[in-house]
């Protein structure tokens, strides 16, 4: 049972267009959400992070929205350029379960020069 | 100078051999973890320790287990390895108290023949 969906396995965007990668939550328990960015052959890099208790949270290029109603985040990133391309991962961490995070699959996203 | 360094990279081994994992982190973290990435690419906490609680992911199965000789490592060994263990394995860290921003290594490629 997933708890933290990305439905959209891929994403190409044009360099300087926005990029917006997608998150879905089923857990109403959770109360911390991340977003990280992962390289071919890397660990996973902490990209921005928001609290429930946001609804944004900015942070250069990258910005993330919440909206607890309807258990969705949402990464921007604008504008976009060439080395974003990687897979990012939306993670969830409910604090009353301690600090371990659940991840999403993962969104390629590809920016094309 | 690696922040999170696991050691090996790759490892490939038979059914059934016992194996290890390492992992050292420099920042002076309280906790670290470990993850394991899947065919599927996703990312799944198999255990949250620090010098005071072990966190076990119900659905580990009890070959796997973490040992920790001090507060800056913590291995995985894994007995009676299986098809199905192959995958990736993330270490990672964090500061508590709790926060949220963990701090990945570069991950071991298993793959068991």
């Known amino acids: 049972d997933q708890q933290v969906k990305q439905n959209s396995p891929s994403l190409s965007v044009q360099e300087g267009r926005i990029s917006i990668l997608n998150c879905d939550y089923t857990n109403s328990m959770f109360d911390y959400f991340l977003w990280y960015k992962k390289y071919p052959a890397e660990g996973p890099t902490f990209l921005i992070s928001i609290s429930s208790i946001k609804d944004k949270n900015e942070d250069g290029r990258f910005t993330v929205f919440l909206n607890k109603s309807a258990k969705h985040l949402s990464l921007h990133i604008v504008p976009s350029q060439p080395g974003d391309s990687a897979v990012y991962f939306c993670?969830?961490?409910?604090?009353?379960?301690?600090?371990?995070?659940?991840f999403g699959g993962g969104t390629r996203l590809m920016v094309k020069p | 100078d690696t922040a999170v360094s696991q050691t090996p990279k790759y490892l490939v081994t038979q059914m059934g051999n016992d194996k290890s994992i390492k992992c050292e982190q420099n920042l002076g973290h309280d906790t670290m973890y470990w993850y394991k990435q899947d065919s599927k690419k996703f990312l799944k906490i198999m255990f949250s320790y620090n010098n005071k609680e072990l966190i076990i992911n119900e659905t580990v199965p009890n070959r796997f287990s973490p040992k920790s000789p001090d507060k800056a490592h913590l291995n995985l060994h894994i007995n009676s390895l299986e098809l199905g263990d192959s995958a990736v394995y993330f270490c990672?860290?964090?500061?508590?108290?709790?926060?949220?921003?963990?701090?990945f290594g570069p991950g071991t490629r298993l793959t068991v023949t």
């Open positions: 993670a969830a961490s409910d604090n009353n379960a301690g600090n371990m995070l659940t």
């Open positions: 990672a860290s964090s500061q508590e108290p709790v926060t949220y921003e963990q701090y």
